[in-house]
């Protein structure tokens, strides 16, 4: 089954994740300090939810699978492929340091995933490569 699994368009795939941060950024924002918490646990389970699917992910028409029998993921593979992403959220929990720490080691965390993503040949990230999963796009919006 995994031959039939191409990978996703980049584009569709940053679009999505901007669209997860914008929602684990809304947690922050509006229920600190507990918010920053719910947005972290949002990010590090996200793909998991809707088989597959985090919202941002439902909304672009994306689905993240098992790469080695396309199945959904679950919500263990989910936090093992996202908990990089969910350090940087942490990183708001740091009076005077926040922003600094978000701009530098959070910028340079997605960076590296970027352009592991962009120069992989399979469209693998380093968090895909640590879950054995793939993003794909979803079969079920074909």
């Known amino acids: ?10 584009t569709h795939r940053l679009l999505a ?16 300090p507990v918010g920053v918490l719910m947005g ?6 996200a793909d998991g939810l809707f ?5 941002g992910k ?3 028409g994306l689905r993240v699978v098992r790469a080695a029998d396309g199945g959904p993921i679950t919500f263990k593979a989910s936090l093992i492929r996202n908990s990089i992403y969910s ?5 708001y929990l740091i009076p005077y340091l926040r922003w600094f720490l978000i701009l ?3 910028l340079i965390i997605v960076g590296f995933e970027v352009y592991y993503l962009v120069v992989d040949l399979n469209g693998y990230r380093v968090g895909d490569l640590a879950a054995d999963t793939r993003v794909i796009d ?5």
């Open 58 to 60: 439902r909304i672009i």
């Open 1 to 10: 089954m995994t031959t039939a699994l191409t990978k996703a368009d980049l």
């Open 104 to 106: 530098t080691v959070g």
């Open 87 to 91: 350090v940087i959220y942490l990183f």
């Open 17 to 32: 994740r901007f669209i997860d941060f914008l929602i684990g950024a809304a947690f922050c924002l509006v229920l600190y």
């Open 40 to 45: 972290a646990t949002y990010i590090a389970i």
């Open 138 to 142: 979803d079969p079920a919006r074909s």
């Open 51 to 55: 088989g597959g699917q985090s919202l």
